[in-house]
């Protein structure tokens, strides 16, 4: 089942700018915009994944405590390995 909190999550490109990168942006409180390189196995590997963000935006301007940016970035690694992983179709109910 797939958690409700991930139903504010967007991946997104823009391949006219940033070809090699991929985004997500959280919509719920607090609302963030995270970038990151596409690199083979980079939704398998949480370091490699990690080690490729390039740009970290919260849109209200304020951030979050070390501790909340961490499980906030936290989240958008399982929300991409569930998006992205082979056993995607486990998240889906029928």
């Known amino acids: 089942m ?3 909190k991930f139903k504010n999550y967007y991946t997104g490109k ?3 700018f940033y070809p090699e990168y991929e985004f997500i942006i959280k919509l719920s ?20 994944f990690f080690d490729n963000i390039a740009e970290v935006q919260y849109l209200e301007g304020d951030r979050p ?4 940016q961490q499980q906030i970035l ?4 399982d929300y991409i390995t569930m998006e992205k992983g ?3 179709d486990d ?3 029928s």
């Open 2 to 4: 797939i958690p409700e």
């Open 14 to 16: 823009n391949t006219l």
């Open 29 to 48: 409180y607090p609302r963030v915009f995270v970038k990151y390189k596409i690199t083979e196995g980079y939704y398998t590997d949480f370091d490699k």
């Open 65 to 68: 405590r070390e501790i909340d």
């Open 74 to 77: 936290n989240d958008i690694w």
């Open 86 to 88: 082979s056993n995607q």
């Open 91 to 93: 998240y889906i109910e």
